[in-house]
């Protein structure tokens, strides 16, 4: 029963990853449906130049624009915010460890790049999400490994153990050709050696793929998939926010 419970939960999990993945369409970004809607009734309501044309090129740049660094640092809040909620559901769903302290580290790490993607038009581009996530959660499992070796060597020195595991933390990154330097990963090392330190029960290599590179891929998918939700409403309220003043500058 415990075994059928254990396949259940990573089919969860692999089936998430699936269809969050299946969502991104290859050239799809996330103010693409702005763009045609500017170029056939100018609905952002940008007004128009001294000759009466239209003025795609502003209209464009203000739809990818949260208004200041303090409304683009709410967003990045709620989307952080959001994908740790998910995050919690998940982990109480699956009745497994998803949510670890340095994710909050990373939760706020891809919530930023999922903003700026947002504004550049690239949110939802698969390319670029594949990269970020194979190079993280190899950078990730590589560093993690290390560390349950380690931790084997060196676990009656907690001095030498740390300092090791910091070592091999950031070589190990660099000596794996398709992992990428993804520094919170020495957070999620750094957990695992207090914990042998503190002589408690450690898990064995699977901590490196669950929870370290599972929960990675799943905060960059999350975070990307509420960036998406959030930016909507934002640049629908910008635009609207934009008609109102045109119509006010030309009664004037």
Known sequence: MAMLRSRFQWL????ILISLGCMAPRSFSCTGDFHRSVGSSNSF?????????PRPLQARATSRDFGG?????????LVAAFSTAAMSLLQGFLHRTLWVPPFGAVALIFAAEAVEAAKQGTLL?????TDRMVKACLGVATACCCTVV???V???????LRTAVMFWAAFSMTLNPGAG??????????????RAVSKGALPGFEYALFPCATGVGLLLLFTRLFAFLVSRPV???RSRFGQDQDVVLAKA
């Open 150 to 152: 380690a931790a084997y």
């Open 181 to 194: 330097y993804f520094p919170p990963a020495g957070a999620l090392c750094a957990l695992y050696v207090e």
């Open 154 to 160: 060196f676990g009656d020195t907690p001095t030498m």
């Open 12 to 15: 969860t999990v692999l089936a």
């Open 45 to 53: 309501g940008l007004g128009r130049n001294s000759k009466g044309h």
């Open 125 to 129: 581009r698969r390319k670029p999400i």
């Open 235 to 237: 640049w629908a309220l």
């Open 69 to 77: 660094e303090r409304s683009q640092g709410l967003v990045t809040a």
